[in-house]
C-alpha cells in the first residue's frame, strides 16, 4: 500500500511486512501488549480495567514519549485480523470493561476491517490516539469506534514543532477532534462507565501551563458544557530523548497542577484530573507482548 493515513501524508510504501516514511510500520497491524489495564480514567477503566491493545509505531516524534521502545524503536509482534480480532476476544473474556486501541492512526485500514466484526461482549471500541489523525481516513470508522480518547497536545504550532516534530498539529488535532465529535455526539455515560462520545487528553509539560490554559479555552469555547469529557493529565515524566531540552528534565511540580486544575475548574469543564502520584516510570506498561 502506498500511505498516506496521517497528515504527513508522506506516501510510503507499506507492505505486510516492511514499511517506510515516518512510522516506519508494515501494513499489517504490530502490537506490543494486550491486556487489562486499570490506569486509565475511571469511565474507560471501571472496576476490571480497559482492554488495552498497545500497538507500535506512532505518526508524532514527541521528545518525552514514555513508550519510546514501541513508538520509535517499532518493538513488537506482527498480526493478522483474525489474531488481532483473537486478542480483543481474550480481553473481554477477562472481564474487560471497554476495547481500547492505543496509538492506532497507522493502522486505521486494517482496524477499519477487523472491527466490521461483532465486538465482544458488545464491548465499547475506544481510540485512544494523539490527536494527529485526518478527518477522512477517520469516517470510515463512523459506527465502528464507541469512544474516541484524543490528546490535544498543543494549540500553539511552535511547541508542537519543537516537541512533537509536527507544527501542523493543532490545526490537525483539532480537525480531528471535529470529526470524532460529529460522529459521536454528546458524551454518554452508564453506571460510570462511558459507552459513548469523546474525552479529549491534556498532558501538562513543564513550564508550560499556559499552553495548558490555551488547550482548555479551545474545548471551552468549541463545546457545549458537558458534551466532551477533558482530562488534566499530570503523568509527565522525563525520559526520552530530552539532551537538547533541559526545561523538560524534571518532573511537573504540584504548583503548577494546582494552576492548571483551577483554570479548569473555573472554565466548568467536566471530566477528571489525574494526580502528581500517577507519575513516575512505574506507571509505564511492560511491552513484552503481554497478551498476544
Request: hydrophobic letters at 40%; charged letters at 20%.
Amino acid at each position: 500500500m502506498i500511505c498516506n493515513l496521517c497528515p504527513r501524508k508522506c506516501g510510503a510504501l507499506r507492505d505486510e511486512t516492511h514499511g517506510e516514511g515516518f512510522c516506519q510500520m508494515p501494513a499489517l497491524p504490530v502490537c506490543a501488549r494486550a491486556a487489562l489495564h486499570l490506569w486509565e480514567e475511571p469511565c474507560l477503566s471501571g472496576k476490571t480495567g480497559a482492554g488495552t491493545v498497545f500497538f507500535s509505531g506512532c505518526t508524532l516524534g514527541c521528545v518525552f514519549c514514555q513508550n519510546r521502545s514501541i513508538s520509535r524503536e517499532n518493538f513488537g509482534k506482527t498480526l493478522t485480523e483474525d489474531e488481532l480480532y483473537a486478542a480483543f476476544q481474550r480481553l473481554a473474556g477477562q472481564g474487560a470493561a471497554c476495547i481500547e486501541l492505543v496509538t492506532p492512526t497507522q493502522f486505521t485500514h486494517v482496524l477499519s476491517k477487523v472491527l466490521e466484526r461483532p465486538v465482544p461482549n458488545s464491548l465499547p471500541v475506544v481510540w485512544n490516539s494523539g490527536g494527529y489523525e485526518r478527518p477522512e481516513v477517520l469516517r470510515p470508522l463512523e459506527g465502528k469506534v464507541d469512544v474516541y480518547l484524543p490528546d490535544l497536545k498543543y494549540v500553539t504550532p511552535s511547541l508542537a514543532a519543537k516537541y512533537s516534530g509536527a507544527e501542523d498539529y493543532p490545526e490537525a488535532a483539532k480537525a480531528a477532534i471535529l470529526e470524532m465529535y460529529r460522529q459521536r455526539g454528546p458524551a454518554r455515560l452508564e453506571d460510570g462507565l462511558l459507552k459513548s462520545g469523546v474525552l479529549i487528553r491534556h498532558l501538562i509539560l513543564p513550564g508550560q501551563v499556559s499552553e495548558a490554559k490555551r488547550v482548555m479555552d479551545w474545548v471551552a469555547d468549541t463545546f457545549a458544557p458537558g458534551t466532551v469529557l477533558f482530562s488534566l493529565m499530570a503523568q509527565y515524566t522525563p525520559v526520552g530523548e530530552l539532551d537538547g531540552f533541559p526545561e523538560l528534565q524534571r518532573p511537573l511540580r504540584g504548583s503548577e497542577l494546582r494552576a492548571a486544575k483551577a483554570y479548569m475548574e473555573n472554565l466548568g469543564l467536566a471530566g477528571y484530573v489525574q494526580e502528581l502520584e500517577s507519575c513516575g516510570e512505574g506507571f509505564i506498561p511492560a511491552f513484552d507482548l503481554t497478551g498476544l
